[in-house]
Nanobody, 117 residues
Framework: VQLVESGGGLVQAGGSLRLSCAASGSTFSINAMGWYRQAPGKQRESVAR????????FYADSVKGRFTISRDNAKNTMFLQMNSLKPEDTAVYYC???????????WGQGTQVTVSS
């Protein structure tokens, strides 16, 4: 499985961005996908996740009500709509997929999101 993120950039506080993660390869093996982020000097943290079957979603408390995760199964693409962005949302955002087979998890290369105050 290969994952490619896009949509990052520089935005002012209160603005919006939409991230995309396009999956290719053995996408049939994917059970769930998610967005993670890592700010400078901090550990990588989970932002939002979505399952492939039921489409159940999970959000970190810090983004609830502001971010929305979604997917387009036909295009093997996952999205993260980010609204009301805050400077503390500044980080590199990574796409992750988990599923069957080896290695069972895959990461994208990351996309930078910078929110200015």
């Amino acid at each position: 499985v290969q994952l490619v993120e896009s949509g990052g950039g520089l935005v002012q506080a209160g603005g919006s961005l939409r991230l995309s993660c396009a999956a290719s390869g053995s996408t049939f093996s994917i059970n769930a996908m998610g967005w993670y982020r890592q700010a400078p000097g901090k550990q990588r943290e989970s932002v939002a996740r979505i399952t492939s079957g039921s489409g159940s979603t999970f959000y970190a408390d810090s983004v609830k009500g502001r971010f929305t995760i979604s997917r387009d199964n036909a295009k093997n693409t996952m999205f993260l709509q980010m609204n009301s962005l805050k400077p503390e949302d500044t980080a590199v955002y990574y796409c992750k997929a988990v599923g069957s087979g080896d290695p069972g998890e895959w990461w994208g290369q990351g996309t930078q999101v910078t929110v200015s105050s």
